[in-house]
């Protein structure tokens, strides 16, 4: 087993002519001779190869994330209602969380196959602890005076649920979407070993190569940023009273 | 349908790839198979499996030791003195966005391939959420508590250790689990990096084939599920009897 151990890095490297940089591999060569961190003049010429899987890597989040989203907060409606429904639901998506998904992935195999759908399955089944976690606090955390003062005037449960509860647990929702899409960013790394693209597969292609590495690690570190800066913002604008209770 | 061994049949395989089978994977688990790539050598079977799950047990243990190594002190410390939040908050966050098939692959392109390698890199992955739970468990613990503690004549020492630290176990213990999981899902992909972990039968799946890529899915799921349990366990041993009182 050793000597597969060994043959392994090389054999990834061996594979860059087959794939991503099929003609620009000879390019990399003069720079790694170097065996510098990283080559400015490369990256500038190659940077338009990763607009493609950054693309990828995108769009797999944001299907991902959605549909843990639509799911979760589903669940977190019926175990607010159903208080029996928490301890199965809590127990079942720390399942799911806990399963790699780079194991989540192939344990699909047999099912939905190579392919978007196999890694969309195995993303969003993480973020649903996440999610349902933070929304079920936010819930438990709406003081119980405000539930009765909308009682008082005369808001029907329903009513008291879509104005008044989840409003107040948007900030704890927002944080557990957060958490939920960088982590998500951060594994969709790996969704292209069941064929669903993204910023992993430039980064395995050419597994040996540095620059390479840091520009599509960098770009996956800056969607995970960028993603998080959008939510908080859509959180401001989503609950302006908490600007106006913090001047 | 996976045991092709002629060139006639591993490209009809080509034509038409074989989707792996539960049933084909619980015997590449038990029964060592032909592999397609390899000619006369076999893979899989009892043995290889146990030797790749110890292998990744073990740099999933070493990580582990060396991240609650570097991060307990610092998040103990930071908590009880209650400086520091911006690092010790935001290191939790930034943590989360670290790919970790980057991590892996710069810490092999950088510094080289190898256990200690792999060991540094799947450490650095588990100190973000216990450096950030143990900060967290520590600053929340009741003032009251601690000037009593302080009150009682403990030394700052005695007050982290005999207080603070039994109060802040169920915050920490969910730090440690979460970096667990994470770690022991991207020993996964160590391969890569040259320590040979249950990942390798669903990386290298030219040589192990599908049913051997689902094995390894299934494994790698089992390993993760029982370390949490094993976890979750100690959580419930570590902490004091009076908190579970309170809780209930």
């Known amino acids: ?247 | 349908m996976a045991e092709g061994g002629g060139a006639v049949s591993a490209a009809l395989a080509l034509a038409a790839p074989p989707l792996a089978s539960f049933q084909g994977a619980v015997e590449f688990i038990f029964t060592p198979q032909s592999s397609s790539v390899t000619g006369g050598k076999t893979v899989g079977g009892l043995e290889q499996v146990v030797e790749l799950t110890l292998t990744q047990l073990e740099v999933t243990f070493l990580a582990l030791a060396l991240a609650l190594a570097v991060a307990l002190p610092i998040g103990l410390y930071l908590g009880h003195r209650g400086t520091g939040e911006l690092l010790a908050v935001g290191l939790g966050n930034a943590g989360r966005a670290i790919p970790e098939l980057a991590l892996i692959a710069f810490m092999a392109a950088a510094i080289g391939v190898g256990l200690l390698n792999v060991t540094i890199a799947l450490a650095i992955l588990g100190i973000p959420p216990i450096l950030t739970n143990a900060f967290v468990g520590v600053r929340q613990v009741d003032r009251a508590s601690v000037d009593a503690a302080r009150g009682m004549g403990m030394s700052e020492l005695e007050v982290l250790r005999k207080v603070e630290l039994p109060l802040a176990v169920p915050t920490l213990m969910t730090g440690v689990r979460g970096a667990t999981i994470n770690i022991v899902a991207t020993a996964t992909i160590a391969p890569l990096a040259g320590v040979l972990t249950l990942g390798d039968f669903i990386i290298n799946r030219n040589v192990y084939g599908d049913d051997g890529v689902l094995a390894g899915a299934i494994l790698v799921a089992l390993l993760a599920l029982a370390l949490e349990l094993s976890l979750a366990g100690l959580q419930r041993a570590l902490t004091s009897k009076g908190l579970k009182v309170s809780i209930a």
């Open chain 1, 1 to 247: 087993m050793s000597a597969a151990a060994a043959a392994l890095p090389l054999a990834a490297a061996g594979e860059v002519g087959e794939g991503f940089f099929r003609e620009r591999s000879a390019d990399t060569r003069p720079c790694q001779a170097t065996d510098a961190l990283f080559c400015f003049g490369w990256a500038r010429d190659n940077i338009g190869e990763y607009v493609t899987p950054a693309i990828e890597h995108v769009e797999l989040v944001a299907i991902s994330v959605v549909v843990g989203f639509a799911i979760a907060f589903a669940l977190s409606l019926l175990a607010h209602r159903n208080a029996w429904l928490r301890p199965p639901l809590l127990g079942a998506t720390g399942v799911l969380y806990t399963i790699p998904s780079i194991a989540f992935f192939f344990l699909l195999l047999p099912i939905t196959g190579f392919g978007r759908d196999s890694a969309v399955i195995a993303l969003s089944a993480y973020t649903l602890q996440i999610i349902y976690r933070n929304t079920m606090t936010g819930l438990a955390n709406v003081s119980p005076s405000v539930k009765d003062a909308a009682r008082g005037m005369g808001l029907t449960e329903r009513q008291i649920l879509w104005r008044v509860e989840l409003p107040l647990a948007t900030p704890e929702i927002v944080a557990g979407l957060r958490i939920a899409t960088v982590s998500t960013v951060a594994l969709a790394t790996l969704a292209f070993f069941i064929g669903a693209g993204g910023l992993g597969e430039p980064i395995y292609e050419f597994i040996t190569f540095k620059t390479n590495i840091i520009i599509a690690g960098g770009l996956a570190m800056a969607i995970a940023v960028a993603f998080d800066a959008i939510l908080l913002l859509a959180q401001r604008r989503a609950t302006p009273w908490r600007r106006a209770a913090a001047q």
